[in-house]
């Protein structure tokens, strides 16, 4: 499986203050990760991150350039993409998009399918498998036994009715 260079992480929903501050819904695991890059990707642009914090669940963050609050307004809306190369994730840790598309097999090694989407749930995320029927797994130690990202595979036990 080929790996995205650019993974989608955010959305800027406002912005914040008058210095040019923006407000960012975060699609990664939490304000604090996202802080961790240097940078974010918005189209084809680099903004550098200047100065960054949680808030209430969202990143306030001042970018490079970005000098008031009539540029920030102009960057309302936009999805951040940010490059995997600017972090280095803990051992046995991956990002969801890397899963996409992996070989879901049983304990035994029979396929069930491949996993489509995942569903991100309060409780834990769901992984939707498809295959000869649609199986959705929580993404819980007792079902997802094991997860291979690098070679694309993904050791579940089901249980009747999933």
Same mark, same amino acid.
């Given at each position: 499986?080929?790996?995205?260079?650019?993974?989608?992480?955010?959305?800027?929903?406002?912005?914040?203050?008058?210095?040019?501050?923006?407000?960012?819904?975060?699609?990664?695991?939490?304000?604090?990760?996202?802080?961790?890059?240097?940078?974010?990707?918005?189209?084809?642009?680099?903004?550098?991150?200047?100065?960054?914090?949680?808030?209430?669940?969202?990143?306030?963050?001042?970018?490079?350039?970005?000098?008031?609050?009539?540029?920030?307004?102009?960057?309302?809306?936009?999805?951040?993409?940010?490059?995997?190369?600017?972090?280095?994730?803990?051992?046995?840790?991956?990002?969801?998009?890397?899963?996409?598309?992996?070989?879901? &097999?049983?304990?035994?090694?029979? #396929?069930? =399918? !491949?996993? $489509?989407?995942? @569903?991100?749930?309060?409780?834990?995320?769901?992984?939707?498998?498809?295959?000869?029927?649609?199986?959705?797994?929580?993404?819980?130690?007792?079902? &997802?036994?094991?997860?291979?990202? #690098?070679? =694309? !595979?993904? $050791?579940?036990? @089901?249980?009747?009715?999933?």
């Amino acid at each position: 499986m080929e790996k995205q260079q650019y993974i989608p992480a955010g959305k800027i929903v406002n912005t914040h203050g008058v210095q040019g501050e923006v407000k960012i819904e975060v699609w990664l695991d939490s304000p604090q990760f996202l802080r961790r890059f240097g940078r974010i990707f918005l189209g084809e642009r680099e903004y550098r991150i200047e100065s960054a914090r949680a808030h209430k669940g969202f990143l306030l963050a001042k970018l490079e350039g970005v000098e008031d609050v009539n540029a920030a307004m102009a960057l309302k809306g936009k999805e951040l993409r940010v490059d995997r190369n600017d972090v280095r994730l803990p051992r046995g840790t991956y990002f969801l998009q890397d899963i996409l598309g992996a070989r879901v &097999v049983d304990e035994a090694g029979t #396929e069930i =399918g !491949v996993l $489509t989407e995942v @569903l991100e749930r309060p409780a834990s995320n769901v992984y939707v498998v498809q295959g000869e029927s649609e199986h959705l797994i929580p993404a819980v130690p007792e079902f &997802v036994l094991s997860t291979d990202a #690098e070679a =694309g !595979v993904i $050791t579940v036990r @089901l249980i009747e009715g999933m």
